[in-house]
């Protein structure tokens, strides 16, 4: 079966960094992607991976290891409008994005 | 333009009506998406649209009847819907099915069926 695995919950500080993990099992890897979905409003697109290695975009950084089925979010600076849960979803061999659960990041002053 | 616009922002509808979603985008993309999510769980793919065909029907119930009248609308249609289909409903779209980098998501119809 497919599966993606990250955190339910995370907490950390404001100005602090956090590190969001997502583990995959799919039927074949076409691109791993992260979204931000603050509540009650749709998914915004914060990175791409299809390559081995670090993605970086500012505050926000995206690593990917397509033999071990890992990749991570690195979010610095964090500010509070950084609370909001971060999806990590995998291209699969069809298209098709597999959506993991979503980590709710909580950012407290 | 980047943006993927959706009307209306919120619906209440009885089990009923019949009413419609609405999707558009000018990004000159061909492939377009339904999904149906529900409070703290990721999007559930609906439907997809490639080249204005139906590509892809997961399973959907046919008191959901997608339609594509042209490489920029998306419509999804509603009737005789159930309280469990209460949710928000995200259209998204790509350059291709496949191809290009990410999906934009519109920003959802809120859906509450009495």
């Known amino acids: 079966g497919q599966n993606i695995d990250q955190p339910t919950e995370m907490t950390a500080t404001e100005g602090a960094i956090v590190q969001i993990n997502c583990t995959y099992q799919t039927s074949g890897f076409n691109g791993l992607f992260w979204y931000q979905q603050h509540a009650g409003e749709a998914p915004t697109f914060l990175s791409y991976n299809v390559l081995d290695g670090l993605e970086e975009k500012g505050r926000f950084s995206s690593f990917l290891s397509r033999s071990k089925g890992y990749s991570y979010l690195l979010l610095k600076e964090l500010q509070m409008k950084d609370s909001a849960s971060y999806l990590c979803?995998?291209?699969?061999?069809?298209?098709?994005?597999?959506w993991g659960a979503g980590t709710k990041l909580i950012i407290k002053p | 333009d980047t943006e993927v616009t959706q009307t209306p922002k919120h619906l209440v509808m009885g089990m009923t009506n019949k009413k419609s979603l609405k999707c558009e985008q000018h990004m000159g993309h061909r492939a377009m998406y339904w999904y149906k999510q529900k409070a703290k769980k990721p999007p559930e793919l609906m439907f997809v649209y490639s080249y204005e065909k139906l590509s892809i029907n997961e399973s959907v119930p046919s008191r959901f009847s997608p339609e594509c009248p042209n490489s920029s609308l998306l419509n999804l249609h509603l009737h005789a819907l159930q309280p469990e289909d209460s949710a928000l409903y995200l259209c998204?779209?790509?350059?291709?099915?496949?191809?290009?980098?990410?999906?934009?998501f519109g920003p959802g119809t809120r859906l509450t069926v009495l």
């Open positions: 998204a779209s790509s350059q291709q099915v496949g191809a290009g980098r990410e999906q934009f």
């Open positions: 979803a995998v291209r699969d061999s069809n298209y098709q994005l597999i």
